[in-house]
T-cell receptor, first 113, second 115 residues
């Protein structure tokens, strides 16, 4: 099976930088993804890492270390609209190299003015 | 609008009712998924379809019955549900079920309440 651990809640100040960590345990590994979900909304894709290192997409960056089974999402220049839940997810390929993602429980990010 | 449309958005049903959730994607994707999202729990994968063939059933009770008539449409048929089945049911699609499966496009979900 697979499991992912991420903090349940993080609070940060508008304009600051925040890092949301994710550790995972999987039998195989085909990538770590990050999704954002606003209250009442659908999860939306943010970023994906298949290899070690940092991927940057605007204000958001994602990092992966496969040897440590660890990744993080970095949000810079925080805005009030960034208040949402953030999920890490892995594809472990248990279904013959494919099939759906397994998600963490999500981190509720609270932005204070 | 994400390109994945789910109906109805809200559904209330009794334990003896039969209802269906519908999902349609306009993205030309080949893989479709049903996920369940309950309060304080991670998204749970229920079913995976690839080119309208079911490739995964994640130990889901038989009171949930999926149907995928083509690559653009996915249904979840519900019967004799339990109150603990109340949740947000999310449909998603991806270009394929391999490398493209890391990027899911979700619908807005169907909020189900079982009385």
């Amino acid at each position: 099976g697979q499991s992912l651990e991420q903090p349940s809640e993080v609070t940060a100040v508008e304009g600051a930088i925040v890092q949301i960590n994710c550790t995972y345990q999987t039998s195989g590994f085909y990538g770590l993804s990050w999704y954002q979900q606003h209250d009442g909304g659908a999860p939306t894709f943010l970023s994906y890492n298949a290899l070690d290192g940092l991927e940057e997409t605007g204000r958001f960056s994602s990092f992966l270390s496969r040897s440590d089974s660890y990744g993080y999402l970095l949000l810079q220049e925080l805005q009030m609209k960034d208040s949402a839940s953030y999920f890490c997810a892995v594809r472990d390929g248990a279904g013959g190299g494919a099939d759906g993602l397994t998600f963490g429980k999500g981190t509720h990010l609270i932005i204070q003015p | 609008e994400t390109g994945v449309t789910q109906t109805p958005r809200h559904l209330v049903m009794g334990m003896t009712n039969k209802k269906s959730l519908k999902c349609e994607q306009h993205l030309g994707h080949n893989a479709m998924y049903w996920y369940k999202q309950s309060a304080k729990k991670p998204l749970e994968l229920m079913f995976v379809y690839n080119f309208k063939e079911q490739t995964e059933n994640n130990s889901v009770p038989s009171r949930f019955s999926p149907e995928c008539p083509n690559s653009s449409h996915l249904f979840l048929h519900l019967h004799t549900l339990q109150p603990e089945d109340s949740a947000l049911y999310l449909c998603a699609s991806s270009p394929d079920r391999t490398s493209g499966a890391n990027v899911l496009t979700f619908g807005a979900g169907s909020r189900l309440t079982v009385l």
